[in-house]
């Protein structure tokens, strides 16, 4: 009887300590900015990173004090190493990512390698 009782314990206190196993946490969740101004105007890129796996993309354009601002939502996915990011009725689009501290570097669409800050 008593090794039945130190059976059960030990397999109770491994289930207990296997679901108290810390879950990883998105990386990305939050919202990301990159600034640049050149002579011509300014552009403000903002990636947001929402819990359920969807991004919204905003590009701001500034010209002569005007802006024009374009938004499209995608779809994401990520590994330690790449996200996946997918725009309704267009091609997915997979790139290498590189997140250190309040900084995310990555490179979609011809931009080539990108750094934007937490916002």
């Known amino acids: 009887m008593n090794n039945s009782i130190s059976l059960l314990a030990g397999i109770i206190i491994i289930l207990l300590l296997s679901s108290c196993e810390k879950k990883e946490d998105n990386p990305f969740i939050v919202s990301w900015e990159k600034n640049e ?12 990173f929402r819990a359920d796996m969807t991004m919204a993309f905003t590009m701001a354009v500034t010209v ?3 802006t024009t601002t374009t938004s499209s939502d995608y779809t994401y996915s990520y590994t330690d190493s790449q996200i996946t990011v997918k725009e309704e009725g267009k091609p997915e689009e997979t790139t290498d990512y590189m997140i250190s501290g309040n900084t995310l570097v990555l490179s979609f ?7 934007f800050s937490k916002i």
């Open 64 to 66: 002569d004090n005007q």
């Open 37 to 48: 101004t050149t002579a011509y105007g300014s552009v403000v890129i903002t990636i947001t």
């Open 109 to 115: 669409g011809g931009m080539g390698l990108t750094t």
